[in-house]
């Protein structure tokens, strides 16, 4: 277990990959494992889920309150997704890097492509499903979404592995496996801390 400590060059993170494919299990572990990173709770417009806290999961925003931030340049990222709005708060990633942390983004691939625009030297990680009929199982077993919201997330997760190849690693979930999944991604972190030249994030 890793040490609560500020680090000279810290980094920012983008953890994605398709809807279902197990990614804020794998970054709640991760973080609970390695304190030095912290996870970016994302703004959204779609409903609350059964279970849901506001400001853990999700900070729930009505739509005009969503644009009223996205106005202001709140948000590092924003994406429509699904019929909803998603965006990373940018007054959050900036507290946690000043405060020599890694701030770990849990977003979609649509957010994660805007980051690597706007952050060049943000560290893009894409988790993997170990097959699209794992995949399609962890969608149905979900049972909060209808057959046609659940088709629209399988056509969306084909392109989006289509694409996984543009990030800087790829990393498989495997079912069962959230530990050694969380345990890869902070392996990749620290082979990048140590990289030379480091990446320097610049918001």
Do not use: C
């Amino acid at each position: 277990m890793s040490k609560r400590m500020a680090f000279p060059n810290p980094m920012l993170v983008v953890v994605s990959g398709p809807s279902g494919v197990g990614k804020s299990t794998i970054v709640a572990e991760l973080a609970r494992r390695h304190p030095q990173v912290v996870p970016i709770v994302t703004a959204t417009t779609r409903p609350r889920r059964p279970g849901e806290i506001d400001g853990v999961h999700y900070h729930f925003m009505t739509a005009d309150e969503f644009e009223r931030l996205r106005a202001n340049h709140g948000l590092l990222e924003a994406a429509e997704v699904h019929g909803h709005w998603y965006g990373t708060p940018l007054d959050q990633v900036r507290g946690i890097l000043r405060a020599g942390r890694d701030a770990i983004l849990t977003i979609d691939p649509q957010g994660a492509r805007e980051v690597r625009r706007r952050v060049p030297d943000a560290l893009l990680i894409f988790v993997m499903p170990p097959s699209m009929d794992v995949l399609n199982d962890r969608l149905s077993s979900r049972g909060s979404e209808d057959e046609a919201t659940q088709a629209l997330r399988r056509h969306n997760a084909v392109v989006e592995i289509a694409a996984a190849n543009d990030y800087d690693e790829i990393v498989v979930n495997e079912t069962g496996q959230v530990e050694e999944a969380a345990e890869r991604i902070w392996d990749v972190i620290q082979a990048q801390a140590r990289r030379d030249p480091p990446r320097r994030v610049r918001l």
